[in-house]
């Protein structure tokens, strides 16, 4: 066993995850522009969550129906905060005047580079967590700031750094793009990886949810790239989802909110924001 699974289970992981990157890389939509691109995309979105249902089950099937459920909390959580992460991508590409074409591999890129930054931080966070119980209370406390940073921000672009906002085209390389896609995810990785740390500290449903919701964020951004400024009130949700989880974790050793429940309070938040943003713009 390896951090709650046996090294066949991680290798079976990371070999699912090799193979969904290299289909995804291989996409039609993805090696050249089309009028097709964005179905393209909406194709490859419903790819990767079928794949990452597909893994909840299996999960439930072979470690039972807790950790199935903290992973599938995990994903929604890490795949909702992730929205903020495109808008930046967004600010990013405008910035550096990037094609549609070169935008997958620097994507592509920042997807791996995603991967090896995020086991850094889980491994980081789980073993201080086992380590200092007060820990939990910085986490929590530091979810609480961002989430009130996020609601008062006015939108979800306003947490973009002032540094990504002066960003000058560059001269044919994807190198100061990529690094630029790598800094900011991990800016707001210091707020999602806590958050999924509310839900469980099982190191393999942690990271295999974290990651599987990071896989899909490329094909959503191609998904969501035309919508993305519609999305007027989801900063208010994001905001109230963290500050939920944050409160969650504050209390978790007095209260112990069922996974279920958390799962049925965060999808409230963020169909609600969903409805009013999309009613008021029709």
């Not at 522009?33 to 893994?55: D, I, K, N, P, Y």
């Not at 439930?60 to 909390?73: C, D, F, K, M, S």
């Not at 600010?91 to 549609?100: E, L, P, T």
């Amino acid at each position: 066993m390896i951090a709650g699974a046996s090294w066949t289970w991680w290798l079976g992981f990371h070999a699912v995850v090799a193979a969904l990157l290299l289909v995804d890389s291989l996409l039609p939509g993805h090696r050249r522009e089309t009028r097709h691109t964005q179905t393209f995309a909406w194709l490859a979105t419903a790819g990767f969550v079928l794949a990452a249902a597909s893994f909840a089950v299996w999960i439930a099937e072979t470690q039972g129906r807790q950790p199935a459920l903290e992973w599938v909390g995990g994903y929604a959580i890490e795949t909702s905060l992730s929205v903020d992460n495109l808008f930046v991508f967004l600010v990013i590409f405008q910035g550096f005047q990037i094609s549609q074409k070169r935008q997958h591999s620097a994507l592509l890129w920042g997807v791996l580079g995603a991967v090896v930054l995020r086991a850094l931080f889980i491994i980081a966070g789980i073993s201080l967590l086992k380590r200092f119980d007060w820990i939990t209370w910085i986490f929590g406390l530091f979810l609480l700031y961002a989430a009130w940073r996020l609601a008062s921000g006015g939108s979800a672009k306003a947490a973009i750094p002032e540094w990504i906002r002066r960003l000058q085209p560059a001269k044919g390389s994807l190198l100061p793009v990529i690094l630029a896609v790598e800094v900011t995810d991990v800016i707001f990785a210091t707020d999602s990886i806590p958050a999924v740390l509310a839900i469980s500290h099982n190191p393999f449903v942690v990271y295999t949810s974290n990651i599987a919701a990071v896989l899909g964020l490329r094909a959503l951004y191609f998904a969501l790239a035309d919508l993305l400024d519609r999305f007027r009130y989801l900063h208010y949700g994001l905001g109230a989802m963290l500050g939920f989880v944050a409160l969650k974790m504050l209390v978790a050793r007095w209260i112990d909110v069922p996974i279920l429940d958390s799962l049925a309070v965060m999808g409230t938040i963020l169909t609600t924001c969903a409805l009013v943003s999309w009613l008021v713009d029709s």
